[in-house]
């Protein structure tokens, strides 16, 4: 799925628009909804048709990039997926005013917007996470494998400085079996959701003990039953996998829309 826009638009005035996402027009945006900003600014649309961008009018030279600022980026967006379908577009999209963003975004965009938008009505993204615990997956790596077994053995309550090279070896031995059990994990959680969603997107692993970093598009409807599969794993994975589902989210892994330059 993919809904691309692309803007060169100089930046001229006092203020500028900052862009969070795309969405159909008829959405109502809450009253007090806020973004990025300090304060956070207030949140509007700008129409063209059938679609909206969700926007905020910020100083044109305000700083972004806060921490506070990606938070709310993401925040607004997750919350707007949780009820209508929403195209986000990465952090930090800025034009010149509510002209530039007609214009150059959503009337230059609006056949693939609105076929993305359609395709997302009643979807969201959602994340699944696993982590390993560190002591059971070297526990089970070992009894897999009797030369690291031994390897582990060796070195065991020896100086480091006396076994730097064979330290090395075992840990680039574990590292790759844990690339491998990474793997297959990833796919026994998408053979047990493969009923439940549209899409998949593996994501890189963010730290050397995870298991699993799998983002899903599915039915928001359907989340009870994600949750219910996302429980079994965890039950059957206890002690061994700490496993979580994140979500709804804005779909980033699944609608590519380009940021405004």
Avoid at 49 to 55: D, E, N, R
Avoid at 137 to 149: C, G, P, W, Y
Avoid at 208 to 236: F, M, N, P, S
Wanted: no cysteine; charged share 30%.
């Amino acid at each position: 799925m993919a809904a691309e826009a692309d803007t060169g638009t100089e930046i001229g005035t006092e203020t500028a628009i900052y862009v969070y996402g795309i969405l159909p027009a008829d959405v109502e945006i809450d009253d007090d909804a806020r973004g990025v900003g300090d304060p956070p600014a207030e949140v509007t649309t700008v129409h063209s048709g059938p679609i909206a961008a969700l926007v905020s009018e910020i100083p044109r030279d305000a700083p972004l990039g806060r921490p506070e600022d990606l938070s709310a980026h993401a925040s607004l967006l997750d919350s707007a997926a949780a009820e209508v379908p929403v195209l986000p577009l990465r952090f930090g999209a800025v034009v010149a005013d509510e002209r530039a963003v007609v214009d150059e975004l959503l009337d230059a965009n609006r056949d693939d917007f609105t076929a993305a938008l359609e395709q997302l009505e009643g979807m969201a993204e959602y994340v699944v996470r696993a982590r390993y615990d560190e002591q059971a997956i070297l526990r089970e790596i070992l009894s897999e494998n009797d030369r690291m077994a031994q390897l582990a053995e060796a070195i065991r309550g020896k100086p480091e400085d006396a076994t730097r090279n064979e330290r090395m070896a075992l840990g680039e031995q574990i590292t790759q079996a844990i690339e491998a059990k990474r793997a297959v994990d990833t796919q026994l959680v998408a053979d047990a959701l493969t009923e439940l969603v549209a899409e998949f997107a593996p994501r890189q692993p963010t730290h050397d003990e995870e298991a699993v970093h799998l983002a899903v598009l599915a039915e928001t409807d359907r989340q009870d039953d994600l949750e219910a599969a996302i429980g079994e794993l965890a039950t059957e994975w206890d002690g061994r996998v700490a496993v979580r589902l994140l979500g709804p989210l804005a779909a980033y892994d699944f609608v590519v829309t380009r940021t405004p330059e």
